[in-house]
């Protein structure tokens, strides 16, 4: 099979800096006290925790299931695919089948594989959840498959490409990143980018991962993507921080 092509996308460039960012925090960036109420500690351990873009950067062999629609057009189209481990993992993508509408995968599926891999070459700075960039408002906690989790809205202190406005998930325990949601308030984007990311916890490392991201291509009308992430041989042992 032919290597899928990458095809730049204007309509929702800006959401390259989000779709990976809940990891990206580095501790010079920690403003807040180690000590405290229990929602100021997991806000601690999330934006102190190791500055991996990708969670399953060393969890090996991930299999990509990716479903897509252009929704008023009624078609729609999927990949399944596997991205191996080592050096390049992150940009290497092995296609395994592709079903579906043509038209869905090539202004689809490729234009969102186009941003997964523009993003694996953003610095860190620039995709990063950090205190400068965001007001963090405490919302509540809830309860998770994996234990509890504490819930921030989190509001941009400016208005610049790349920022967005939505909520934090942050796992109690671990200051894990459980769930990342909202649109991208980028005032040059042609269209509102929504988004939703659920990350799933196995004592406490990421073993799966559901991303959901909608936007308006032009002429072709409201696109939906869903992207789920599965580690093919999930690691029982808890992850150091």
Same mark, same amino acid.
């Given at each position: 099979?032919?290597?899928?092509?990458?095809?730049?996308a204007r309509p929702v460039c800006s959401l390259a800096l989000i779709l990976l960012a809940g990891s990206m925090a580095r501790a010079a960036d920690l403003s807040i006290h180690t000590s405290g109420s229990p929602q100021e500690?997991?806000?601690? @351990?999330?934006?102190?925790?190791?500055? &991996? @873009?990708?969670?399953?950067?060393? %969890? /090996?062999?991930?299999?990509?299931?990716?479903?897509?629609?252009?929704? &008023?057009l009624y078609k729609s189209a999927a990949l399944l695919a596997v991205r191996g481990d /080592?050096?390049?993992a992150n940009r290497e993508l092995r296609v395994v089948q592709i079903a579906g509408d043509g038209t869905v995968v090539d202004e689809v599926i490729e234009r969102y594989l186009a941003f997964r891999q523009q993003i694996d070459l #953003?610095? +860190?700075?620039?995709? @990063?959840? %950090? #205190?400068s960039d965001y007001r963090y408002h405490f919302a509540g906690e809830v309860r998770t498959a994996d234990g509890t989790a504490m819930v921030y809205e989190l509001t941009p202190r400016k208005n610049r490409p790349? #920022?967005?406005?939505?909520? +934090?998930?942050?796992?109690?325990? *671990? /200051? @894990?990143e459980v769930m990342l949601s909202g649109h991208i308030t980028d005032a040059a984007a042609t269209s509102r980018i929504e988004f939703v990311r659920d990350t799933n916890l196995m004592n406490g490392c990421a073993y799966a991962r559901v991303t959901h991201v909608a936007f308006?291509?032009?002429?072709? /009308?409201? %696109? &939906?993507?869903?992207? *789920? &992430? #599965?580690?093919? *041989?999930?690691?029982? *042992?808890p992850q150091r921080e």
């Open positions: 099979m032919q290597p899928i092509r990458y095809w730049p500690l997991a806000l601690a @351990r999330y934006m102190s925790s190791q500055p &991996e @873009r990708d969670p399953f950067a060393n %969890a /090996g062999p991930v299999g990509v299931f990716i479903q897509a629609s252009l929704a &008023e /080592g050096a390049n #953003l610095p +860190l700075s620039s995709a @990063r959840i %950090a #205190l790349g #920022l967005f406005q939505g909520q +934090l998930w942050i796992d109690s325990n *671990t /200051g @894990r308006v291509i032009p002429v072709l /009308g409201r %696109a &939906e993507v869903s992207m *789920t &992430e #599965l580690v093919l *041989t999930p690691s029982l *042992t």
